[in-house]
């Protein structure tokens, strides 16, 4: 039987279903991508677009992973502050890294338009506080990120402006973003899928890669097949298993989890959020929420460190959503579903290549929505500047010397012999 999606509202309201099939026998490629999420699926796109052969492993179905169940909030900058980026690569590294996150947003909203995707984006999102500490919190980091970051497109909001937005009690500031957004993740990711499968990706599901063979070039195996490929992208994040300890190692799988209520209309819905835009505190441990394109609240939050959900799961979001909106007791929760981030220690994306032809991205620390789509394009340029710059030497016909390895420098020395005189007349 083939893997289920998560039974999400996501699942319920996908626009496309696609039916790939399991990888058997022996396959080549010049790209073989693990995982089918936006980082992978973008990769993927992005390499068969530059004219390179890629094959898709999935162990589960496209988009099966977090990219199929997230909050769908698509957020400038990482999950960790620019202050702690600074300390770790120095600031102008973190400038960059900084400029990569607003692009990664430029390149969602660009990726909707270019391939056509209906996946309800929205503009606008807000930071919110819930105490004097976070109100200074928010004030510094829009002085930070307006006075250092050249980033403009932010409003402070007192508690008054905040309520006027969001109708809830709880919040006492608000830092708005009308160049973040929020989107329909997993029709997103199908939406990239299709256009991959458009360029001539080939997609498998239920094909687990269960155990790499490295060299040049890398050999990749399934329950029933095999890919030879000169490049490897993983793009994983919170559920490979067992497949690369030593980047696993460096993350830890954390669940985090969402109801979605009955429709409540566009009148109710534009009461709680004005002008439907989306939401998170800034807490540890926060809670993150927006209204979907049929007019449903998301309401997401809570941690399970042990990857195991919460009793009753759909009391326990309906509460903690009534807790912010006391207006919602009523409404009938239809799903509730959770998934796995990937958290790293210092909470900074890690991104790199296990041998020179493995690339990965991971850890995205639950910000990853729009930094995936930067993440699968960043490998696919390396693996295409590297091979596409690479090959232009690999056209230069170059001939053996004449006699072979045994006489070619005798036949060496005659010829120069030869123009050395030639020169001399
Ligand atoms: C509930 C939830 C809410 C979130 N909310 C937000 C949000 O609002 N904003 C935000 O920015 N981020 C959010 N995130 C985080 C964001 O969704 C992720 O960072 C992002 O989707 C990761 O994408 P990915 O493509 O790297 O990985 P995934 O989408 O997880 O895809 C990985 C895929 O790899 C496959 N796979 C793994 N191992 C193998 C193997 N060995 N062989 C073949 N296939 C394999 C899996 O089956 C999976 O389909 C949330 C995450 C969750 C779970």
């Not at 270019?114 to 976070?134: A, Q, S, T």
């Not at 091979?387 to 230069?396: C, H, Q, S």
């Amino acid at each position: 039987m083939k893997a289920k999606h998560t039974n999400s509202y996501y699942a319920a309201s996908a626009n496309h279903s696609f039916d790939f099939p399991t990888l058997k026998g022996a396959h080549k490629a010049d790209v073989c991508v693990v995982g089918s999420g936006i980082t992978g699926a973008t990769a993927a796109l992005e390499l068969a677009n530059r004219g390179f052969k890629v094959i898709v492993l999935e162990g589960k179905r496209v988009g099966w992973g977090a990219s199929g169940r997230s909050g769908g909030q698509a957020i400038f900058g990482w999950a960790s502050e620019q202050s702690t980026l600074e300390k770790l690569v120095g600031k102008s590294d973190a400038r960059k890294l900084w400029d990569m996150s607003v692009d990664a947003l430029t390149l969602t909203k660009g990726n909707i338009k270019k391939y056509n995707i209906d996946c309800d984006w929205r503009d606008g999102m807000v930071h919110l506080g819930v105490k004097p500490r976070h109100d200074r919190e928010l004030k510094a980091w829009y002085d930070d990120l307006r006075e250092n970051y050249d980033y403009h497109s932010l409003e402070l909001w007192d508690q008054e402006q905040t309520r006027e937005h969001i109708a809830s009690d709880r919040y006492t500031s608000g830092m708005f973003d009308s160049n973040s957004g929020h989107l329909h993740p997993l029709n997103y990711t199908l939406g990239l899928v299709k256009a991959a499968k458009e360029a001539g990706v080939e997609f498998y599901e239920q094909s687990e890669c269960k155990k790499i063979e490295h060299g040049d070039p890398a050999t990749l195996f399934t329950e029933h097949g095999t890919v030879e490929a000169n490049h490897v992208v993983l793009a994983c994040n919170a559920y490979m298993d067992g497949l690369e300890t030593k980047l696993e190692n460096r993350v830890m799988p954390v669940g985090t989890y969402i109801c979605a209520t009955e429709p409540l209309g566009e009148e109710v819905t534009g009461q709680l959020m004005k002008d439907h835009i989306s939401a998170c505190d800034i807490n540890f441990v926060l809670d993150y929420f927006r209204c979907s394109g049929d007019h449903r609240m998301l309401f997401g939050g809570r941690v399970s460190y042990s990857g195991v959900a919460p009793f009753n799961l759909e009391k326990a979001m309906q509460s903690r959503m009534v807790d912010i909106y006391p207006q919602l007791k009523n409404a009938k929760i239809d799903f509730a579903w959770g998934g796995n981030v990937a958290i790293t220690l210092n909470r900074a994306p890690h991104f790199g290549r296990i041998k020179p032809n493995v690339y990965f991205a991971q850890g995205f620390s639950g910000h990853g929505i729009a930094a995936t789509g930067m993440a699968g394009t960043l490998m696919a340029e390396c693996i295409a500047t590297t091979a596409e710059r690479f090959a232009i030497f690999d056209k230069i016909p170059h001939h053996p010397f004449p006699g072979g390895r045994l006489f070619r420098t005798p036949a060496l020395v005659l010829a120069m012999s030869y123009f050395r005189i030639r020169d001399m007349l």
